[in-house]
C-alpha cells in the first residue's frame, strides 16, 4: 500500500507540468489541522484528554461540551460518544462542514460531545513503558480495542461528566468492538442508553472490499512488509495527496480512486471538495495484528477472539486451545441499524445475519445506494441519519 502511495505521488509528479495553477481548487485549510484546531476553527469549544487503559496504552479523546448557540452552563447535558472505524479516528466525524458533520450537529442539538480514538492510530501512539517500534506494542487486534479502550474511554467520561449512562455511536469497527464489550461486559453495556450502529460490522464473509480481498491474497507478504507492527500509518504522503494531488481537478480522480480501495463510498453522494480533508487525515494506521485478526474473519465467516497461531498461545489467552466465539445474542442494549444496499465492507447479505441476532433492536433503516464511508461523510447523511440519531437522543434524555 505504501508503494502505491509512492505511484500515486509520481502520477503527480508527471501530472502537474499539464495542469495550470489557475485549475486547482484551493485547499481546505483543515487539510493542514490536527483535530482540536479542526474543532476550534469551525468556532466550537475543544477539549482533549489522555485516557490510559489497564494495559498501558495511552488514548487522546476529544470533547466538545457545548455547541455554537450554547453557553457552557452546569446543566447536565446528554453525554453521546463516537467511536470511528477501521483506519479512521475521531478525526471522521468533524471532517465535513459543521451542517454536515455529526459531532458538530450534535453540539448543536445541546449534546455534551465525545469522540475516541482507538490505539495506534494517528492519535493514539503511545504507552505507558512500550515503545512505539516494538512488537509489543503492536500485538493488539479488535479484541484488546473492546477489552481495554472502549471501558477505560467510557469510565473516564463518567467521572468527567458526572453522569452514569451516555449514548454510543459507531461506524463500521466502531461497531465491532461495541458488539464484543457490551455482550462480554454487562457493567459497561447498562451504562449505554442507546447504541447506534451505523454499517456495522461483525463478520465479512461476504464482503467485496478490495482492501480485504487485496490484503488476503497478499497476506505473506503484507507480514514481510510490514513485519508484526503497524498498517497504514497516516504519513507524509497523506498530507502529499490531499494538499497536492486532491486540489487538481485533473487528479482528483486518483484520490477518489485511493478511498475507494480503502472502504467505498457513493461519487454521487461524496463532496468532492473536501477530498483533501479526508485523505490528509486518512488512513491513520492499526496494527498489523488488527488486519490480520479481520482476514481471519474474512476467511471463516466467524465472529472470534484473535487466532494466536498455535494451541500454547491460545491457552495462554484464552484458556482453551482455540479462539472463543463471541456471542451477540448476549447484548441486551438498545439498538438501532443503518446499513447500505451497496456497501463492500457491510455487505448486505452479512447484516442479514447479523440483525436475527441483536435481541434489543428498536429500529433499522435500509439506505439504497450507500456504501461504507457514505455513513459518514455522505451530502445528504444529515437528513438520512444524523437528524434521526438526534431525534432519538431528544425522546429518550
Known sequence: MQCLLVVVSLTFLLGIKHCSPRSRRDVNLEAKMNISEIITYWGYPSEDYEVMTEDGYILLIYRIPYGKNHTNNSDPKPVVFLQHGLLTTASSWISNLPNNSLGFLLADAGCDVWMGNSRGNTWSRRHSFLPTDSDKYWAFSFDEMATYDLPATIDFIGKKTGQEKLYYIGHS?????????????????????????????????????????????????????????????????????????????????????????????????????????????????????????????????????????????????????????????????????????????????????????????????????????????????????????????????
Open 173 to 397: 469497527q466502531g461497531t465491532t468492538i461495541a458488539f464484543i464489550a457490551f455482550s462480554t461486559l454487562p457493567r459497561l453495556a447498562q451504562r449505554i442508553k442507546i447504541f447506534f450502529a451505523l454499517a456495522p460490522v461483525i463478520t465479512i464473509r461476504n464482503t467485496t472490499s478490495p482492501l480485504i480481498k487485496m490484503a488476503y491474497a497478499l497476506r505473506s507478504l503484507l507480514l514481510v512488509i510490514s513485519g508484526k507492527r503497524e498498517f497504514l500509518r497516516n504519513s507524509f504522503f497523506n498530507q502529499f495527496i490531499g494538499t497536492k494531488i486532491c486540489s487538481v481537478p485533473r487528479l482528483d480522480i486518483i484520490c477518489r480512486s485511493f478511498l475507494f480501495l480503502l472502504c467505498g463510498f457513493d461519487i454521487k453522494n461524496l463532496n468532492i471538495s473536501r477530498l483533501d480533508v479526508y485523505l490528509s487525515q486518512n488512513p491513520a494506521g492499526t496494527s498489523v495484528q488488527n488486519m490480520l485478526h479481520w482476514l481471519q474473519a474474512y476467511s471463516t465467516g466467524d465472529f472470534k477472539a484473535f487466532d494466536w497461531g498455535n494451541r500454547d498461545l491460545n491457552m495462554m489467552h484464552f484458556d482453551q486451545s482455540t479462539p472463543p466465539a463471541y456471542n451477540v445474542s448476549e447484548m441486551h442494549v438498545s439498538t438501532a441499524v443503518w446499513s447500505g444496499t451497496k456497501d463492500l465492507l457491510a455487505d448486505p447479505d452479512d447484516i442479514k445475519e447479523l440483525l436475527p441476532k441483536i435481541t434489543n433492536l428498536i429500529y433499522h433503516k435500509i439506505i439504497p445506494s450507500y456504501n461504507h464511508l457514505d455513513f459518514i461523510w455522505a451530502m445528504n447523511v444529515t437528513w438520512e441519519i444524523f437528524y434521526e440519531i438526534i431525534i432519538m437522543i431528544k425522546k429518550t434524555v
